[in-house]
């Protein structure tokens, strides 16, 4: 009996043990970090880092990826300080046996024995080095071997280990000290990063460069010694001097803040930023600010026309000025002249103007709302081209009069460039679109050139690469123009006056050839220039970040000349961007049909209810419905030929018999008729 109960509690008790070891394992895990406590990264559409992240504190925490990292340094690191890692279970008792050894033989601790596993088990929960700390860290890296496999441990280790300062990790050491990421390391650089986390803050080489130095020394003759290091390594690397503290990567500066507060959690994003294209615009930039006001700023975007991907973008031009931190690329701001095109354009759509139709340039009033030109002169008789290149303001508003303001407004927001109109504006704020009387971004400005330069058709920006259309992805679009309106529109613009200085790219052989509009807002607060070059649409905004005015500043003198300095840098970056002229813009025509002579704004009536198309809701008999037209003067209607009549105030009101498809007509007092179908449904009368 005595055997049996023996052989009864040995095998019991190792199954007991273990039942209390998984308890314990379960009631106290280790405490693992949240994947969100790393450095998130933008990089341009090539993988290169535009700009890292901190985390709380102000710490540098990028997340290691053994496919990105230096496969020599993986393998000097482990035979530096674990060469058993891929074999022991968290704890390799023969290396702490030996290193109890040496430190005994040499009165002072030699190694500690510690594996990379216990080293992580330290960071992840620091405790004072002590006998007890030890044996839960021992038990620690137990934990993690049962929850990590060997390359999640590796890569954890190499993301928390501490470089010094608010440095942690072997990216951002990388970064730091050699200005790159750690995927082709030299010897040296290797085993600089192998030294450092071991004492962290005394080996800093932009503190401590001697102690560095030394510490490279004994980890090259160590890595000599396992064949890893050429043998003298360490002579010949004294004499070079320990690498100082660079700056983290800070390009692409507010796109990247977009994107990252787009997407908090995102850890690496891929953008469709070119960072050369990105480098050469923030030069640009910088370089007008000298010889302006302190607080002068300007902003800008590249968009690839084609495909709408931003290829570069500076909110501002520099930081160190008031406004500089701010995104003035996402600011509202009253855009001038620089929806004169897109009035035009529509006009041409509508059939009501062309190019070479002849419009009034004279004083004039619409219904309370007199605009004046901005030098206060006038041209008497002028062509829709001639209106256009030197951007008159009464045949704009002329135009937009006749195209329409509230269904200009509505365009633009359908093609994702809503106006932000003034809250105090009142019934003239409509017109008033066509003169910047409504504000717009720098984005959204660049939407609609964007849409000018690619026949018509309007479409989001796009931001990351992975949100690239491709064949079977379609993006939402909306066709703010036709093509035949938006080329002839763009052969307009490539004809207006140049800047000073600035030779026709048509008699300049290699120049950008520069489809362009200018701005300048009311009051000189803000100045514009937006083209299309090439493949790239272009959009540069000057102007005090406050919004104070700058007396007597244009877009022509402020923004146009850095829109072709840009168009310089892009067509030298990208000699494949077709900037110069292929084909010499068509002629205008030299005659125009009899009705395009001449622009008229009174063109037919513009039925607003109800709309072409529209079903209407009738809930009884003798329901009748308030007709609305846009027209300068009177207006007849009729419903299936038959006179609508006015109630006691004036309006048409329209009292279908009952449901049914009804053919409704507005004519004006020259006979121009515009006609709509509608269908009424309900119970109102007798089915037709």
């Known amino acids: 009996m005595f055997g049996l109960g023996r052989a009864y509690w040995i095998i019991l008790a190792p199954l007991v043990a273990l039942v209390g070891l998984l308890a314990l394992d379960r009631a106290l895990p280790p405490p693992l970090p949240e994947p969100g406590e790393v450095s998130a990264v933008v990089r341009d559409r090539n993988g290169e880092v535009l700009r890292a992240f901190p985390v709380d504190g102000g710490r540098w925490r990028l997340a290691a990826d053994l496919d990105q990292l230096d496969p020599d340094f993986i393998t000097a690191l482990l035979a530096y300080e674990d060469e058993r890692f891929f074999d022991h279970w968290g704890v390799d008792l023969p290396a ?83 200005g790159r990421e750690p995927n082709d390391l030299t010897i040296d650089q290797i085993a600089m990063l192998i030294a450092l986390p071991q004492s962290p803050e005394a080996r800093r080489p932009d503190r401590r460069p001697a102690a560095a130095i030394l510490a490279r020394g004994r980890v090259l003759d160590r890595l000599a010694s396992v064949g ?15 690498p100082s503290r660079r700056a983290f990567p800070a390009d692409a500066w507010h796109a990247a803040d977009a994107l990252r507060t787009a997407r908090p959690d995102a850890v690496d994003q891929v953008s469709t930023i070119e960072r050369p294209l990105q480098l050469m615009l923030q030069d640009r930039l910088a370089a007008e600010l000298p010889g302006t006001g302190e607080d002068v700023q300007f902003a800008a975007i590249i968009i690839e026309t084609e495909s709408r991907a931003v290829r570069a973008l500076a909110g501002s031009a520099s930081r160190t000025r008031p406004g500089g931190w701010i995104d003035l690329t996402d600011r509202p701001r009253s855009p001038g002249s620089t929806l004169k095109p897109f009035i035009y354009g529509m006009a ?29 002169r006038f041209r008497g008789d002028v062509t829709i081209a001639e209106a256009l290149q030197h951007s008159l303001n009464i045949p704009a508003v002329t135009t937009l009069d006749g195209v329409g303001a509230r269904r200009f407004n509505a365009a633009l927001g359908f093609a994702g460039a809503s106006p932000l109109r003034p809250r105090q504006a009142g019934q003239d704020s409509g017109l008033a679109v066509a003169l910047g009387g409504a504000g717009l971004t720098v984005r959204q400005v660049a939407t609609l050139y964007a849409a000018l330069g690619d026949g018509g058709e309007a479409r989001p920006l796009v931001w990351l690469e992975d949100d690239m259309a491709g064949p079977d992805q379609p993006r939402g679009s909306f066709r703010i123009l036709s093509a035949e309106s938006a080329g002839e529109i763009l052969d307009v613009l490539r004809r207006a006056p140049h800047p000073g200085g600035r030779m026709p790219a048509l008699l300049a052989r290699g120049a950008p050839d520069i489809a362009f ?22 959009v540069v905004w000057s102007g005090r970040a406050d ?126 008729a515009s006609r709509v179908s509608v269908r009424v449904r309900g119970g109102a009368g007798q089915a037709r």
Request: aromatic residues 10%; hydrophobic residues 40%.
């Open 547 to 672: 919004g104070a005015p700058r007396d007597g500043v244009t877009g022509r003198e402020a923004a146009l000349p850095v829109l072709f300095r840009i168009a310089d840098g892009v067509s030298q970056l990208r000699p494949d961007a077709h900037m110069g002229v292929e084909d010499e813009a068509g002629a205008l025509p030299e005659s125009l049909p009899a009705t395009l002579a001449d622009f008229r704004a009174d063109t037919a009536p513009h039925i607003l209810f109800p709309p072409d198309g529209a079903e209407v809701w009738s809930d009884r008999t003798g329901r009748g419905f308030i007709l609305a037209a846009q027209a300068p003067g009177p207006v007849r209607w009729y419903a299936d030929g038959r006179a609508v009549d006015l109630n006691a105030l004036g309006e048409p009101v329209w009292v279908p018999p009952g449901p049914g498809f009804y053919s409704v007509s507005a004519v004006d007092e020259f006979g121009r």
């Open 348 to 376: 041409f759509d509508d059939g009501i103007a062309a190019p070479g139709t002849r419009i009034e340039d004279l004083p004039r009033r619409f219904s309370g709302y007199q605009p004046d030109n901005f030098d206060r």
């Open 517 to 538: 509009k200018t701005g300048t807002s009311y009051g000189f607060r803000d100045a514009w220039a937006a083209g299309v070059a090439g493949r790239y649409t272009i």
């Open 96 to 178: 702490l046996v030996r290193a109890s050894r040496d430190s005994l033989a040499a009165g002072r601790i030699v190694s500690g024995g510690s594996t990379i596993t216990m080293q992580l088990a330290r960071l992840i929960e620091p405790r004072e080095r002590t006998f007890g700390a030890k044996l839960i860290q021992m038990a620690r890296a137990v934990q993690l071997e049962l929850r990590l496999s060997k390359a999640e441990i590796l890569e954890l280790y190499l993301t928390l280990a501490p470089y010094g300062g608010n440095l942690e990790g072997v990216r951002a050491a990388s970064w730091a000290y050699f």
């Open 228 to 242: 890893l290091a050429r043998v003298g390594a360490s002579i010949d690397a004294a004499g070079d001097p320990a």
